[in-house]
């Protein structure tokens, strides 16, 4: 029989080999502050008059009037200026769920953290509202927008709208959508009822609509969504988990009905190892299982149970494991962006933890026990990585600690701020920035680029777009990751 704790000796003793195993002291608050600025640098529309990213300018301000409709607002998913709906609303969900977990522990940055959830739910309010039986989901060609490098203030690229219909549906961004407008509405539901309000009523509304007509937006829209935010996972995991945040936002016992009804062909029983802004599976488990934890609703205790097994295929030295971890001790998903998985799963981590201990659970991996302090000492290791501790001694947060990546791809970031050059760069007279090994003029504060390989290698070039590129997706889970251990600084991995 494995001891309890086992796999925590064994991970300790994988990581001396690798002299990664001594304890670093970060200031969680300073990165959190930064984290969470991050989000004004991506800002779509009409910027307001606390703007603290100043180097940034407005943009995109006839957006949606091609179709009569208000689309000015929302963010800029990455390092281009289109406006992506799937991945911004998972953003804006993540960022609530940040919000709603560790709120309590942001001290003087809830006010600027409720301000990001409030950028991405504004717009995705006018998105869900402008015109019935439609959602807006996309603005901007990206094979167009592509071809530039341009600033957002100078863009003259066309700014198509994209939605999907009751003809052409949309299932999987109409209920993520949903899953945003809901989550947002428990943020605002003491400070703003009658916003949160808003939000719910239009939450309800979008919802219904992806259920009633089922589709996926890959589908309907084909090119101008894909290959960039293709729904590779289909849209059973979106319905299911829009439905869970709205039973969490709502009274309305509809929505227990439905997961109820519906979890089995909706994915309840499946399991499965990885969570972003594709793949909703493993979150929804993981939001679920406080019912089952908190409630005793023992329709929920599959949700639980399948958590655990997620929990379980994380953890080195366990019955279950079956996750990789670069020389360094990095969790390792994918070579495109490897930190949006890092940083959804150290969310999870710390989320499920929370439960746990506030309802007395742990969790078995065959004859080991794990229990939620091992949760947050695997979630702090994965945050102190990308805050520095790691073989190449280098912060993936620009602008945090005393080296990061200075060559970031991203326009608005690579190009001269209006203030320094106010005449306009055109879309070919860009790529010069693009391909300079000069730093970035504008630093990116707060950003979370893509990270480093499965040897915890990294290369800081500007085109190297799969490891120096920021999105919103990644920062918006790491937003409640910076929470946690700014409210609980001393914790030790």
Not at 84 to 98: D, K, V
Not at 118 to 138: E, I, N
Not at 445 to 469: H, K, L
């Amino acid at each position: 029989m494995v001891p309890k704790h086992s796999y925590f000796l064994l991970f300790c003793i994988f990581l001396l080999l690798n002299h990664h195993c001594a304890t670093a002291t970060f200031n969680y608050a300073d990165a959190l502050e930064k984290s969470i600025l991050f989000f004004e640098a991506q800002r779509s529309g009409q910027l307001p008059a606390n703007q603290r990213v100043t180097w940034r300018g407005n943009s995109g301000l006839s957006d949606g009037s091609s179709n009569q409709v208000d689309l000015v607002g929302g963010y800029y998913d990455a390092g281009d200026n289109v406006k992506f709906g799937l991945p911004m609303a998972f953003t804006t969900t993540m960022l609530a769920w940040s919000v709603i977990e560790f709120g309590n522990m942001m001290s003087g940055q809830l006010d600027n953290a409720r301000a990001a959830v409030r950028w991405g739910s504004d717009y995705l309010l006018k998105a869900a509202t402008a015109t019935p039986d439609s959602l807006y989901v996309q603005v901007a060609d990206p094979n167009q927008d592509h071809k530039c490098w341009e600033r957002p203030e100078d863009m003259d690229t066309p700014r198509n709208v994209y939605r999907v219909t009751t003809q052409n549906p949309g299932s999987d961004v109409a209920a993520e959508t949903a899953a945003a407008l809901a989550a947002a509405s428990i943020v605002f539901k003491d400070s703003d009822s009658a916003y949160s309000a808003k939000l719910l009523q239009a939450a309800t509304k979008v919802f219904d609509f992806a259920d009633r007509y089922r589709g996926s937006y890959s589908d309907s829209l084909n090119s101008v969504v894909c290959p960039f935010y293709c729904s590779y996972s289909g849209y059973h995991d979106e319905l299911l988990w829009g439905a869970s945040w709205l039973h969490r936002a709502s009274e309305d016992t509809s929505y227990m009905t439905y997961i109820q009804s519906n979890g089995h062909t909706l994915g309840a029983e499946d399991d499965d190892y990885s969570f972003s802004w594709d793949d909703k599976r493993v979150g929804t488990k993981v939001l679920l299982s406080k019912g089952f934890l908190q409630n005793r609703i023992d329709a929920f205790e599959v949700y639980k149970v399948h958590s655990d097994n997620y929990i379980c295929s994380l953890v080195p030295g366990s019955n279950g494991f079956q996750s990789q971890y670069t020389p360094g001790g990095l969790l390792f998903k994918g070579s495109d962006s490897n930190l949006q998985y890092v940083t959804c799963t150290t969310f999870l981590l710390l989320t499920y933890a929370k439960y746990l201990t506030a309802n007395g659970g742990s969790i078995s991996c065959g004859s080991t026990t794990v229990s939620s302090k091992d949760l947050i000492s695997l979630a702090k290791k994965q945050v102190d990585y990308i805050l520095g501790q790691n073989p190449a001694g280098t912060s993936y947060m620009v602008g945090f600690g005393n080296r990061y990546p200075l060559h970031v791809h991203h326009r608005g970031s690579s190009l001269p701020a209006l203030r320094d050059h106010p005449g306009r760069i055109s879309c070919n007279d860009g790529f010069q920035y693009l391909y300079s090994g000069s730093p970035n003029p504008n630093l990116l504060v707060g950003a979370i680029v893509g990270g480093p390989d499965s040897g915890d290698g990294f290369s800081d070039d500007r085109n190297n777009y799969r490891q120096t590129e920021p999105a919103t997706y990644i920062n918006a889970p790491f937003v409640g990751a910076l929470a946690f251990f700014a409210g609980n600084p001393n914790v030790r991995h």
